[in-house]
């Protein structure tokens, strides 16, 4: 009697579940170090909004928000212009920056959740009133970043569990096969 032999699935699943380091190194890279923040992963809250003469984008870092005001028309900066802003309960009057920028230090940030906020502009004969939300997470960084963590892990894991289940469908296969050659060769010689 043949002594039995685990399929290879399993000595491959054995082999990739054991082996040691990590599976998403290469190069030169120091996967253990503190991972980086990206652009792409430090995503801070804004609010747009909108009207026939005005189109304003605000961006919060902290208690420090930046706002971006152009004409509607031309998608041009709005030079001169006065701003009151109210968000979260405080009223507010941004100043202009040099590069046609406002900026304004809230004197407390947003808690979690989404605000109202309206922003009057006033430049020359022109004044409007805009409004929109601002949508505040607890940490939209780190929020980003947990799941740009997570995805590759899961990735590979499913990759893998792939992988032995194809090797050992295949294994099965192939053991399945030579006992049908084993019984064509068997009753070819008993024929």
């Given at each position: 009697?043949?002594?039995?032999?685990p399929?290879?699935?399993?000595?491959?699943?054995?082999?990739?579940?054991?082996?040691?380091?990590?599976?998403?190194?290469?190069?030169?890279?120091?996967?253990?170090?503190?991972?980086?923040?990206?652009?792409?992963?430090?995503?801070?809250?804004?609010?747009?909004?909108?009207?026939?003469?005005?189109?304003?984008?605000?961006?919060l870092?902290?208690?420090?928000?930046?706002?971006?005001?152009?004409?509607?028309?031309?998608?041009?900066p709005?030079?001169?212009?006065?701003?009151?802003?109210?968000?979260?309960?405080?009223?507010?009057?941004?100043?202009?920056?040099?590069?046609?920028?406002?900026?304004?230090?809230?004197?407390?940030?947003?808690?979690?959740?989404?605000?109202?906020?309206?922003?009057?502009?006033?430049?020359?004969?022109?004044?409007?009133?805009?409004?929109?939300?601002?949508?505040?997470?607890?940490?939209?960084?780190?929020?980003?970043?947990?799941?740009?963590?997570?995805?590759?892990?899961?990735?590979?894991?499913?990759g893998?569990?792939?992988?032995?289940?194809?090797?050992?469908?295949?294994?099965?296969?192939?053991?399945?096969?030579?006992?049908?050659?084993?019984?064509?060769?068997?009753?070819?010689?008993?024929?």
């Amino acid at each position: 009697m043949k002594p039995h032999t685990p399929p290879i699935g399993l000595l491959l699943a054995a082999v990739l579940l054991t082996s040691p380091g990590r599976g998403d190194a290469h190069g030169d890279e120091d996967h253990d170090a503190a991972p980086q923040r990206t652009a792409s992963a430090s995503v801070q809250p804004r609010f747009a909004a909108s009207s026939e003469l005005f189109e304003l984008v605000g961006v919060l870092d902290g208690r420090n928000l930046t706002l971006y005001l152009d004409h509607a028309a031309s998608n041009a900066p709005v030079q001169a212009a006065e701003l009151e802003l109210e968000l979260a309960g405080q009223t507010l009057k941004p100043q202009a920056l040099p590069d046609g920028r406002f900026a304004v230090t809230l004197a407390r940030p947003p808690g979690t959740g989404v605000h109202a906020v309206t922003v009057s502009v006033s430049a020359g004969d022109a004044a409007d009133l805009l409004a929109a939300e601002l949508d505040v997470h607890a940490d939209p960084g780190e929020a980003a970043h947990e799941h740009a963590d997570a995805g590759p892990g899961r990735a590979r894991a499913l990759g893998a569990l792939l992988l032995v289940g194809a090797l050992a469908a295949l294994a099965g296969l192939g053991q399945r096969w030579r006992a049908r050659r084993r019984r064509a060769a068997a009753a070819g010689a008993s024929a």
